[in-house]
């Protein structure tokens, strides 16, 4: 079975902070995803990348940045944290004709 | 209109009983299509796929696709309680590039005993 591991399940942040979320796939896989998931928003796509050093803008990407310079690890990167980034962040990776796998959470507040 | 939508629920059925859950979505060229279960305080959990117009089956649960009518349903029979979770209707719409999955806002589902 498809691996995603992130690597906090739980983050305390303090406003202006940069942010790194972490995130590694054990499977190869080229597509990588950032959503956040907020009560009654549902999921919203932050960024995603179709390989190393590719990436795409989702629907949400202002105050986000991601990074992939291996394969396996997509890192995504609040430049400086807000209280209205406190949220739910689900990392997931994909291959082709199979559905996501998502990884367990960061669940972050931002105070 | 949006994209995939499910309908709203929340959805309340007694235990043993048939939980129907439902999807459109808008996009007449979509392909792939999924049903991912969420626990409270959970990551989504993919519980079945489906491609291709008809019924398929995975033990309790039947997932239903009509393209003609731009529809995907997810049955559950003998709902337990453990069923009780939110369900994403998740489609990789028709020109998507690079394996992205657009969900719906999801189902909350409440089986009582």
């Known amino acids: 079975d498809v691996k995603v591991t992130q690597s906090s399940r739980y983050l305390v942040k303090r406003t202006g902070e940069k942010v790194f979320l972490e995130c590694v796939q054990d499977m190869d896989h080229e597509n990588m995803f950032w959503y956040r998931q907020d009560p009654g928003l549902g999921l919203r796509l932050i960024y995603f990348s179709y390989d190393v050093k590719m990436k795409e803008k989702g629907d949400i990407p202002e105050g986000y940045s991601v990074s992939r310079e291996k394969k396996e690890r997509f890192s995504l990167i609040l430049e400086s944290a807000s209280t209205n980034q406190t949220s739910m962040y689900l990392c997931a990776s994909r291959v082709t004709d199979y559905g996501y796998t998502f990884g367990s959470g960061t669940r972050l507040t931002v105070v | 209109q949006k994209e995939v939508e499910q309908n709203s629920g929340p959805l309340s059925v007694p235990e043993g009983a048939i939980a129907s859950l439902n999807c459109t979505y808008s996009?007449?060229?979509?392909?792939?299509f999924f049903w991912y279960r969420q626990y409270s305080g959970k990551s989504p959990e993919l519980i079945m796929s489906i491609y291709s117009n008809g019924d398929k089956e995975d033990g309790r649960f039947t997932a239903q696709l009509n393209k003609a009518s731009q529809y995907v349903s997810l049955l559950i029979r003998d709902s337990q309680p453990s069923d009780s979770a939110t369900y994403l209707c998740a489609v990789e719409l028709g020109g998507t590039s690079y394996g992205k999955l657009t969900f719906g806002q999801g189902t909350i589902l409440t089986v009582h005993p």
């Open positions: 996009d007449r060229g979509s392909q792939s």
